[in-house]
Structures are given as structure tokens and as C-alpha cells.
């Protein structure tokens, strides 16, 4: 059990359910043997990756969770074999779910961007305020990014008629919930980070400055993604004002917490941003259907 939680189990399910709920709505049972083999080597790639990146996190933040009083299993001594072991069998899965796929050179090249920015973030860009939630956001998008990648090369030949347009609207609001959760939970951390030298953003604001950020940042994202999609497709504002609005209504009930002198508020707050991710595909799937 400790090392689920190492690996953020639940996290990686969520992953695996954001891959099924795009193509849910529009899977031709036809065409679907091989493209759904192509989606679930997909899936192995982002939770492998994504199980390295919580192990090496845990590995990396044994002072400040100690001061956090948070479940760190490298507070252990002895556990960095067993790390080093399930770190190996999760880069062979995702190798060979690379090797497999039709689009492994693409794969290979986004598996890699990811290990890289995972390790600059562990080592630096976690350190700096904002930087590291603006990467641990974009890996996020990455995962949308592979599905829109597969879609867009096997589109013509499957006919599943998904559209592209959709998924890069789930890819944007998922880079934003995810950055404003991602500023939440460095101001729960704080203690431990300020401890450890972190720069994060919560070491220069107070939880009510905070507060209004969240709101400042999801009203400046909502504006960055219009414009990213009026560059980039068309017919997507009935989709755009729902998902803003959305995110706009999280947001607030977010800061509203942040507001409340409640030891429990932070995670009340990051848990709202959470369902509101969840929200966003539940937002797809009503406009796929």
C-alpha cells in the first residue's frame, strides 16, 4: 500500500480515465481492434511515466515531507533498491508500448521531452515559483496531446469522426485546472518548501493573495485558450463558454476556502480543483454524445 501511494495510484487511474472518456463517445466497433490497442499503449506510456515521476518526486522531497508530517516512504531507509527496480520495469513497459505503437517515433519523442522536464523539475524547476507548475501542468496536456496525435493519423482510415477540437479544449483546461491546483497545494506545503529553500509562489503570497490569483490566473487562461483556438480551429465557442465557466465557478469555490481559517482548507480547495478536472470530462462527454 505504501508504494501505491508512492506512485499516486489514484492519479494514474484518472489518467487511464481521461483516455477512455474521449474516445467513449465516438469508437466505431468496426474499425476499433487496432486504434484501441494504439489508445491503451497510450495509456501505459503516460501512468509509466507518470509512476517514475511520483517515485523520483517522493525521492527527492524526503526533507520537506518530513516537515510536512506527510507520507514520504523514502523516510525509510532501505527503500531506494525497491525504487530503483519499479523505476526500470516502468521504463521497460513504456519501451515496449513504444515499439509496438504506430505512432512510436512520435511517442518516443513526447516520452522523452517528459523524462527530461520530469528531471530538470525535480532537480531545478520545481525550486522556482510558478516554473514548476507550469511543467507539471504541460505533462499534464501531454497526455491529451498523444490522443490528439492519434486521432489525427488514424482519423481518415477508422472513421471514428472524434473531434480534434474537442480534445484540444480538454487539453487546454486540463493545463490550466492543473496549474491552479498545482499553486494550491505549494501553498499547503509551504512549511516543508520554505524549509527545504523552495522559491514557490505560496512563499511570497498569503493564502488570501492566493486566493485572488487562482482567479486571476483562471480568467487570463480562459482568455490564452480562446485565442490559441480561434488560431487553431473553428465552432468552439457553445464549447469554450462551458468550459470557462466551469473552471471560472471552481476556481472561486477554491479561493473561497483559501479565504476560511480552517487547518483543513487547503485540502478542501486542491480536492474542488480536482473534481473540477473530473468535471471537464464530464464537460467532453456531453458534448460528444
Not at 482510415?157 to 496549474?179: C, D, P, R, S, W
Request: aromatic share 14%; proline share 1%.
Amino acid at each position: 500500500m505504501n508504494w501505491l501511494h508512492t506512485i499516486r495510484w489514484k492519479n494514474l487511474i484518472i489518467i487511464w480515465i481521461s483516455i477512455l472518456v474521449v474516445i467513449i463517445p465516438y469508437f466505431n466497433l468496426i474499425y476499433s481492434g487496432l486504434l484501441l490497442g494504439e489508445f491503451l499503449r497510450w495509456g501505459l506510456i503516460c501512468t509509466s511515466i507518470a509512476a517514475i515521476g511520483n517515485i523520483t518526486n517522493n525521492w527527492m522531497d524526503v526533507k520537506q515531507d518530513k516537515e510536512n508530517k506527510k507520507k514520504n516512504i523514502f523516510i525509510t531507509p532501505g527503500q531506494k533498491g525497491t525504487a530503483l527496480i519499479l523505476i526500470t520495469l516502468f521504463l521497460t513497459i513504456a519501451t515496449a508500448a513504444i515499439l509496438f505503437s504506430f505512432n512510436g517515433v512520435f511517442f518516443l519523442k513526447l516520452s522523452i521531452a517528459a523524462l527530461i522536464l520530469l528531471l530538470l523539475y525535480n532537480y531545478v524547476l520545481k525550486k522556482i515559483a510558478l516554473v514548476g507548475n507550469l511543467i507539471i501542468s504541460l505533462l499534464t496536456a501531454l497526455i491529451f496531446f498523444g490522443i490528439d496525435a492519434i486521432v489525427s493519423n488514424r482519423i481518415v482510415y477508422f472513421e471514428i469522426g472524434i473531434e480534434n477540437k474537442q480534445i484540444e479544449m480538454l487539453a487546454l483546461f486540463a493545463f490550466l485546472t492543473t496549474f491552479i491546483r498545482e499553486i494550491l497545494k505549494d501553498a499547503e506545503d509551504r512549511k516543508g518548501d520554505h524549509f527545504a529553500g523552495f522559491n514557490t509562489i505560496a512563499k511570497f503570497l498569503k493564502d488570501k493573495w492566493i486566493a485572488v490569483l487562482i482567479v486571476v490566473i483562471n480568467l487570463l487562461g480562459c482568455a490564452g485558450i480562446y485565442v490559441l483556438m480561434e488560431w487553431r480551429q473553428a465552432n468552439y465557442m457553445n464549447a469554450f463558454i462551458l468550459y470557462s465557466v466551469w473552471s471560472l465557478v471552481v476556481s472561486i469555490g477554491a479561493s473561497v476556502f483559501m479565504m476560511i481559517p480552517h487547518p483543513s482548507k487547503y485540502v478542501r480547495a486542491t480536492r474542488i480543483v480536482k473534481a473540477g478536472m473530473l468535471g471537464c470530462l464530464a464537460i467532453y462527454l456531453i458534448l460528444s454524445f
